[in-house]
T-cell receptor
Framework: DAGVIQSPRHEVTEMGQEVTLRCKPI?????LFWYRQTMMRGLELLIY????????DSGMPEDRFSAKMPNASFSTLKIQPSEPRDSAVYFC???????????FGPGTRLTVT | AQSVTQPDIHITVSEGASLELRCNYS??????LFWYVQSPGQGLQLLLK??????LVQGIKGFEAEFKRSQSSFNLRKPSVHWSDAAEYFC????????????FGTGTRLTVIP
């Protein structure tokens, strides 16, 4: 398996623009997680899905953030409008079992100017 | 509430020396415990995990960790560090009941000097 795939790997955008991050989980994994990593706050869980259904979105910082999982092989994290403080590395991870280990993608480095 | 503490922000060791990275957790029951490693510009890779059973667990790349319930600790060890081990290491705890998410520590950056 190719592992968790994320795109783009790098994104530079201007404040106010819409940003869409994409993730393809490992086939057969029923759980998908979105994390954000910054120097100040470390690794934070934003939201996770089970069988394409959002289970816990309490980590989503603001209404500007939204996430969808239209099918088992694709998820998006959207920021609209983006702000400089959204600059971070965003990771997607997936897991097979309800409490199994999570496999991380390579991340998307977002810079908002 | 669950929490994970990695008291060492940065550790420097000489190549060939032994290594121990500390991790303490706060959780009401026996948690699931993980160690992940992150190389620069990369995602997190699982080193090892503890779910139950033998409290000494072996992982990839020669790492091991020991779960000590009495100390609420899950320290990571390696007898002889290689230069390629330089990276950021994260301890994480998962609940045995309730939500399926992991709680990560703030990480320990390991520098290896020749």
């Amino acid at each position: 398996d190719a592992g968790v795939i994320q795109s783009p790997r790098h994104e530079v955008t201007e404040m106010g623009q819409e940003v869409t991050l994409r993730c393809k989980p490992i086939s057969g994994h029923d759980y998908l997680f979105w994390y954000r990593q910054t120097m100040m706050r470390g690794l934070e869980l934003l939201i996770y899905f089970n069988n394409n259904v959002p289970i816990d979105d309490s980590g989503m910082p603001e209404d500007r953030f939204s996430a969808k999982m239209p099918n088992a092989s694709f998820s998006t994290l959207k920021i609209q409008p983006s702000e400089p403080r959204d600059s971070a590395v965003y990771f997607c991870a997936s897991s097979e079992y309800v409490r199994g280990e999570q496999y991380f993608g390579p991340g998307t480095r977002l810079t908002v100017t | 509430a669950q929490s994970v503490t990695q008291p060492d922000i940065h550790i420097t060791v000489s190549e060939g020396a032994s290594l121990e990275l500390r991790c303490n957790y706060s959780y009401g029951a026996t948690p699931y415990l993980f160690w992940y490693v992150q190389s620069p510009g990369q995602g997190l890779q699982l080193l090892l995990k503890y779910f139950s059973g033998d409290t000494l667990v072996q992982g990839i790349k020669g790492f091991e960790a020991e779960f000590k319930r009495s100390q609420s600790s899950f320290n990571l060890r390696k007898p002889s560090v290689h230069w390629s081990d330089a990276a950021e290491y994260f301890c994480a705890v998962g609940e045995t009941a309730g939500a399926n998410n992991l709680f990560f520590g703030t990480g320990t950056r390991l520098t290896v000097i020749p």
